[in-house]
């Protein structure tokens, strides 16, 4: 049960794109579309942002948009604002258990 | 509104134990399965396990098999972790949260810490 594979950082200049890749195995994966991606800002609990690879949860902006392609999972943060300097995982549903990402923090320059 | 209430973490020696415990309300409690995360200070999120909505089944991660246990009291909307033998590895904010897919709630947590 090894963490998914994450870039440590990622930076960006309000209004920009940034891109956070997710990479694991098959078994990780399996074929099946359960990815979902997490905000956690300090000192809080993470939040859901995207389930499913790509369905956005309830009020997050449609400025976040994920995506997948074998076994990599990406989250795209569209038009960046402050507000979204904050640490990202991303977790695979394995059937029984849930595997997580190492975890990206997003700079804002 | 759906609200997620850790309660139990603590200051504990190494091999001692402690019982978490989280409080839910806003939603159907018997109707869904529950589980417990857990973040080290300054790491990233672990998931630890999770237990259907009736209680029948369980699952673990390798790192805590055998020493910790997963349950719930549906009766008073009420989930539950005891932890035994517990390592200096151990030491992080608990959250419970609710999984279906993906984990659509969380809890603010409760820290446990591990040390002599």
């Known amino acids: 049960q090894s963490a998914l594979t994450q870039p440590r950082s990622v930076s960006g200049s309000p209004g920009q794109s940034v891109t956070i890749s997710c990479t694991g195995t098959?078994?990780?994966?399996?074929?099946?579309?359960?990815v979902s991606w997490y905000q956690q800002h300090p000192g809080k609990a993470p939040t859901l942002l995207i389930y499913?690879?790509?369905e956005r949860s309830s009020g997050v902006p449609d400025r976040f948009s994920g995506s997948k392609s074998g076994n990599t999972a990406s989250l795209t943060i569209s038009g960046l604002q402050a507000e979204d300097e904050a640490d990202y995982y991303c977790?695979?549903?394995?059937?029984?258990?849930?595997?997580f990402g190492s975890g990206t923090k997003v700079d804002v320059l | 509104e759906v609200q997620l209430l850790e309660s139990g973490g603590a200051l504990v020696q190494p091999g001692g134990s402690l019982r978490l415990s989280c409080a839910a309300s806003g939603f159907t409690f018997s109707s869904y399965a529950m589980a417990w995360v857990r973040q080290a200070p300054g790491k990233g999120l672990e998931w630890v396990s999770t237990?259907?909505?009736?209680?029948?089944?369980?699952y673990y991660a390798d790192s805590v098999k055998g020493r910790f246990t997963i349950s719930r009291d549906n009766s008073k909307n009420t989930l539950f972790l005891q932890m035994n033998s517990l390592r200096a590895e151990d030491t992080a904010f608990y959250y419970c949260a609710i999984p279906t897919s993906a984990f659509d709630y969380w809890g603010q947590g409760t820290l446990v810490t591990v040390s002599s």
């Open positions: 237990i259907t909505g009736v209680g029948d089944k369980t």
């Open positions: 977790c695979s549903y394995a059937g029984r258990h849930y595997v």
């Open positions: 499913d690879v790509r």
């Open positions: 098959d078994s990780d994966f399996g074929g099946r579309n359960f």
